[in-house]
């Protein structure tokens, strides 16, 4: 078992940055790959990016390319989502995901979320 605490969420003005982090425990956190997910109300959740389990390895989905980074620290068991120039579409509940699978990438454990509401 993996268990995953995010944090970082937030009101924020269109432009604007925020920086997630997302804390685990429990099974080894580094043979994992990490991953962010979103979910807007009304609409299915979605894939945002994920990272291999060395860190070297990252891809996201293209609405966030050049705005979002995915990065992780293996001796913290943490996983960041750093955004920049926010837009208010990228209001959502953010969620971490671990999983075992990196590409495709296939979560096999969630978080709570964690609230980002993007004001225009």
């Known amino acids: 078992q993996v268990q995953l605490v995010e944090s970082g969420g937030g009101l924020v003005q269109a432009g604007g940055s925020l920086r997630l982090s997302c804390a685990a425990s429990?099974?080894?956190?580094?043979?994992?790959?990490m991953g962010w997910f979103r979910q807007a109300p009304g609409k299915e959740r979605e894939f945002v990016a994920a990272?291999?389990?060395?860190?070297?390895?990252?891809y996201y989905v293209d609405s966030v390319k050049g705005r979002f980074t995915i990065s992780r620290d293996n001796a913290k068991n943490t996983v960041y989502l750093i955004m920049n120039s926010l837009k208010p579409e990228d209001t959502a509940v953010y969620y971490c995901?671990?999983?075992?699978?990196?590409?495709?990438?296939?979560?096999?454990?969630w978080g709570q979320g964690t609230q980002v509401t993007v004001s225009s």
């Open positions: 429990g099974r080894t956190f580094s043979s994992y790959a």
């Open positions: 990272i291999r389990w060395s860190g070297g390895n990252t």
């Open positions: 995901a671990a999983g075992v699978s990196w590409y495709p990438y296939v979560p096999n454990y």
